[in-house]
T-cell receptor, first 119, second 111 residues
Framework: GAVVSQHPSWVICKSGTSVKIECRSLDFQATTMFWYRQFPKQSLMLMATSNEGSKATYEQGVEKDKFLINHASLTLSTLTVTSAHPEDSSFYIC???????????????FGDGTRLSIL | RKEVEQDPGPFNVPEGATVAFNCTYSNSASQSFFWYRQDCRKEPKLLMSVYSSGNEDGRFTAQLNRASQYISLLIRDSKLSDSATYLCVATRGFPGNQFYFGTGTSLTVIP
């Protein structure tokens, strides 16, 4: 099955540090990847849609200058949390859709998530 | 109003029990629906898609009622390994790109 790899799986940083999270599709190509954030006991919230070769589309309320997204190839998207603060501590998950699965009723393939803790 | 709403539970059931989860979605333009399973501190994993005609996969049965805008998941003969959080998903946009998750329903199957 389709595999999405996310790295790192766990990050602990000081406040003010910028953190980069990578999302890779290992056995398929994805023109579109998605970034979610999940706080404890809450649902996954879509932050942005990452489009290969173009600017990401951010959901309402998500600061694009705070969460920088780069989707430079069909298999890699990165999310950089700039100048992270304790309130940015969360579980960040990416997902991707196989380029060949361009139809309704196709699920997204999720990475295994990155747990970010800002001290 | 949230796009997708679920009863968070928790549901604590004995092994072998049948348990049902319901989920409602607010936007009638929602196109596709899924149930995902999420274990503690892990990523969501696809459990099954949900079709209008209803569909079954082993002990799991999913139903969709577009008129009432609700989705259900039935688990028969619960196993200990079924303990997890079950997430309901509705999609919108082209081609069904925007995934909207419910908050999840927690299930614990007790020996």
């Amino acid at each position: 099955g389709a595999v999405v790899s996310q790295h790192p799986s766990w990050v602990i940083c000081k406040s003010g540090t910028s953190v980069k999270i990578e999302c890779r599709s290992l056995d398929f190509q994805a023109t579109t990847m998605f970034w979610y954030r999940q706080f404890p006991k809450q649902s996954l919230m879509l932050m942005a849609t990452s489009n290969e070769g173009s600017k990401a589309t951010y959901e309402q309320g998500v600061e694009k200058d705070k969460f920088l997204i780069n989707h430079a190839s069909l298999t890699l998207s990165t999310l950089t949390v700039t100048s992270a603060h304790p309130e940015d501590s969360s579980f960040y998950i990416c997902s991707a859709r196989d380029l060949r699965e361009v139809a309704y009723n196709q699920p997204q393939h999720f990475g295994d998530g990155t747990r970010l803790s800002i001290l | 109003r949230k796009e997708v709403e679920q009863d968070p539970g928790p549901f604590n059931v004995p092994e072998g029990a049948t348990v049902a989860f319901n989920c409602t979605y607010s936007n009638s333009a929602s196109q596709s629906f899924f149930w995902y399973r999420q274990d503690c501190r892990k990523e969501p994993k696809l459990l099954m898609s949900v079709y209008s005609s209803g569909n079954e996969d082993g002990r799991f049965t999913a139903q969709l009622n577009r008129a009432s805008q609700y989705i259900s998941l039935l688990i028969r003969d619960s196993k200990l390994s079924d303990s997890a959080t079950y997430l309901c998903v509705a999609t919108r946009g082209f081609p069904g790109n925007q995934f909207y998750f419910g908050t999840g329903t927690s299930l614990t199957v007790i020996p």
